[in-house]
């Protein structure tokens, strides 16, 4: 089966590649590239901003996309330096945090899976450099010095794939050089946070090979304190480097070799912010007088903005995220081949606290969890991209990837029952192996210098197998029957499956130039995402009252339809782009409430049918020099329409209406800012954002307790300039208000309501300074 399916991948690329040209029309454009695998084009003009969004470099006005452009210059000046801060200046985008890599996720118009398990890819495609991220957890990378983080909404499954049914994040980061260039950056905080990045580009060889190598340092203690450990929780220390060469052996090839390695260490925990548990739809509150005994022992009250957690151990997650690639750009005439070869591995270890508590109890059983993740992939894809200016401009291409995952994950519990305790060991190997091919392409159809038609499609086969074997300690003989599962620990299961499957994904839309600065355009999209398996810790085995994991879930499909407009004034006082849009989800896959002897676990489902439909608008003004301001807002109606209830489901499945997890009514950024002069060669620069957000339901089950009202956090700085030298420093404030508020909620494991806390929940401010060479 995969033989044959290679075999037509093959032959569909070399059909591209030889019988494209004869398609094309009259090619006026220029020819060379300004970044690997995105031919320039002239559409571009003086002071637009310029994205890849489609593998060629245009402007961010002229994209036919609702997409977000942020330059990595206003990312280093504002501390934006991961995914998850990032997300919150755009309104669209939402991030859900956790203890662990593994555990976080992006969402985009309320849409993302949240899921541990390796069988399921994620809804946003996280794009590095060309090279498409498999796992949630490979996308929660630090940054480092980038050229520009884009973001697309709405399904991109054409180009970018089948983990793209609800946008991709596409970051792109800085190239090397001709000219000699260095950098040195650092920071600290009032709460002692430091950090310390650095780089150096240049040309090795004039005009033929440049390269860029650059590090980072950083560390952070934390925000949250262990009373039993005695020491700082929520902390990471991170250090890496990246490096570029880029090779011009004559006029008509470049060659690009990146390398990034990334070391993290995290000691991020949640806290009791309640005792109380709020059941769905009833209102049912369940107050945990043992739970809050327990915490009042370590001097610890469960409220919003508590601060303090007491665990037997502090939650050390061990991250290694590192890969390489290689892309050439071949010049064909007027049409230019891409080809991107990369391999990349990620490596997790976590060990936490299963019960989130210090004692053993009657009540409490006191558990230790330890899991490792080994995560490879391989990836191969050629592009065709034609020249632009006549009648039909086209990118064509083929994909292949190759994943593998294998995880090992052992839960070690002990329980009291009068003064006896008992303990019970689980562990579990479990991986994924997945094969994906695809053939792809997207054209433009001018029908005049100012009126075009688009049209794209991809292809995807998707081979996907599993294996899983679990041992407990409490089933020795291997027999696996219920009566042996323990809280937390299920009894013995040895399983393995395989499935396969093809589906299609396509974007048909209208595209109408108004005047010189100004566009509008509508199109329809349908998404594709492969089956997936729900493989995990405590996965198990189909009986008459359980759900079933060993039974792939089927594909997840979308529709959406979205119209735009956008624009600018002629001198670029004013830029705009409004969006509107409506996208209907079938086979939605999602995590739902389940339990495990008592304890709750998260079991990835067929959810059945979701809605994401909304306003989008984005507004900048230049009303004078130097002074600017941005405007975002985002309204989702994010709802489940048709949901599937999973049979021996433990809590309430009517939720059909409500909101989906991480996916506020509205979203709000405002940023301003203002630079002049002080001197011939100093310069000041004043700025202030603000970031609202409505109420955000955080679990799929509705429960009352799991919502984050509605908040607001300000941040604001200032900086003296010496644009001559090279150098700035900066003084910021965040969360000028102090105002604390939940990334993320959760039941507690057996009782209570746990809030992670992210970087600015409360006030702190800091000092950068950089300097350029």
């Given at each position: 089966?995969?033989?044959r ?9 070399a ?5 494209s ?48 452009a ?8 504002r501390?934006?330096n ?160 990246r ?7 004559f ?17 991020v ?57 290689l892309?050439?750009?071949?010049s ?45 992939q391989?990836?191969?894809e ?22 593998q ?18 303990s ?52 020795p ?63 198990r085995?189909?009986n ?9 879930l ?53 959810a ?25 807002g ?97 003084a ?22 746990v809030?992670f806390?992210?970087?600015d ?13």
């Amino acid at each position: 089966m995969i033989d044959r399916r290679l075999s037509v991948l093959l032959a569909t690329t070399a059909f591209s590649l030889f019988a494209s040209p004869a398609i094309a029309q009259d090619a006026s454009a220029p020819q060379g590239s300004t970044s690997a695998g995105t031919p320039a084009t002239p559409s571009a003009a003086e002071g637009d901003v310029v994205v890849t969004a489609r593998f060629r470099n245009e402007s961010l006005q002229q994209v036919p996309i609702a997409i977000t452009a942020v330059d990595g210059k206003s990312l280093a000046e504002r501390q934006l330096n991961n995914l998850e801060r990032i997300a919150a200046s755009i309104p669209s985008v939402g991030f859900r945090s956790g203890a662990s890599n593994k555990d976080r996720t992006v969402f985009i118009r309320g849409i993302g899976t949240i899921t541990t398990s390796p069988g399921v890819e994620p809804s946003v495609s996280t794009v590095l450099d060309g090279v498409v991220l498999t796992r949630p957890g490979q996308s929660t990378l630090d940054l480092g010095e980038v050229e520009r983080v884009e973001v697309l909404r709405g399904p991109q499954g054409t180009l970018f794939g089948k983990n793209a049914s609800a946008g991709v994040v596409n970051i792109v980061t800085r190239n090397p050089t001709d000219e000699f260039h260095a950098f040195g950056e650092a920071g600290a905080t009032t709460d002692q946070e430091y950090r310390i990045k650095a780089g150096v580009s240049g040309a090795i060889v004039p005009g033929k090979v440049q390269a860029l190598i650059g590090g980072l340092y950083s560390d952070f203690d934390g925000n949250l304190r262990n009373v039993v450990t005695g020491h700082d929780a929520n902390g990471s220390r991170r250090y890496g480097a990246r490096g570029k060469l880029v090779v011009t052996p004559f006029d008509a090839l470049k060659l690009t070799a990146i390398g990034d390695y990334l070391n993290t260490r995290e000691t991020v925990a949640g806290v009791y912010q309640s005792t109380q548990q709020i059941a769905y739809p009833t209102g049912a509150i369940t107050n945990s007088a043992p739970l809050a005994a327990a915490l009042a022992s370590q001097g610890i009250v469960a409220v919003p903005g508590n601060r303090r957690l007491a665990t037997n151990l502090d939650t050390n997650v061990r991250d290694e995220n590192y890969g390489g690639s290689l892309t050439a750009d071949l010049s064909l005439g007027d049409y230019q081949l891409t080809s991107i070869s990369a391999w990349r591995q990620w490596l997790n270890h976590q060990r936490q606290d299963y019960d989130q508590l210090a004692q053993l109890t009657t009540t409490f059983p006191s558990g230790v969890d330890d899991g490792s993740v080994d995560s490879r992939q391989f990836s191969q894809e050629l592009r065709l991209t034609s020249p632009r200016g006549g009648l039909i401009d086209y990118v064509l291409g083929a994909y292949y990837l190759r994943a593998q995952t294998e995880e090992r994950y052992q839960r070690a519990l002990t329980t009291l029952a009068g003064t006896t305790q008992t303990s019970t060991t689980g562990v579990a190997n479990y991986g994924i192996t997945n094969h994906n091919y695809a053939v792809f392409g997207e054209a433009n159809v001018n029908f005049t210098e100012h009126f075009r038609a688009i049209a794209g499609y991809r292809s995807t086969w998707d081979s996907l197998d599993f294996t899983h074997v679990r041992t407990s300690s409490n089933d020795p003989t291997n027999s696996g029957a219920a009566s042996l599962d323990r809280p937390g620990i299920r009894a013995y299961h040895n399983a393995s499956g395989s499935t396969d499957a093809r589906g299609d994904s396509y974007r048909l839309g209208l595209q109408l130039d108004i005047g010189a600065h100004a566009q509008t355009y509508f199109t329809y999209s349908r998404g594709y995402k492969g089956p997936a398996y729900n493989v995990y810790f405590n996965m198990r085995s189909l009986n008459a009252t359980t759900l079933l994991d060993e039974v792939p879930l089927s594909p997840e499909t979308s529709n959406s339809y979205e119209g735009g407009v956008k624009g600018s004034t002629a001198d670029r006082a004013l830029s705009y782009a409004v969006a509107v849009f409506t996208t209907d989800f079938d086979g939605y896959q999602a995590n739902f409430t389940d339990s495990v002897g008592g304890a709750p676990v998260t079991r990835l489902i067929n959810a059945g049918s979701v809605r994401s439909r909304g306003v989008e608008a984005d507004v900048t003004l230049r009303p004078i020099r130097g002074l600017t301001f941005d405007l975002s807002g985002a309204y989702t109606d994010a709802t489940v329409r048709d949901f599937n209830c999973p049979v021996g489901a433990p809590v309430s499945c009517n939720i059909n209406g409500q909101p989906l997890p991480y996916a506020p009514k509205v979203r709000l950024f405002e940023n301003a800012t203002y630079r002049f002069g002080l001197t011939d060669s100093l310069s000041l620069e004043l700025q202030s954002d603000v970031t609202f957000s409505s109420k955000v339901q955080y679990s799929l089950a509705q429960t009352p307790n799991t919502v984050q009202p509605a908040y607001a956090i300000w941040n604001a700085s200032v900086a003296l300039l010496h644009p001559g030298d090279g150098w700035q420093l900066r003084a910021y404030v965040k969360n000028i208000t102090d105002s604390p508020y939940a990334s993320f909620l959760t039941n507690g494991t057996f009782a209570g309501t746990v809030r992670f806390v992210p970087r600015d929940d409360q006030r702190y401010a800091g000092l950068l300074l950089r300097k350029d060479f």
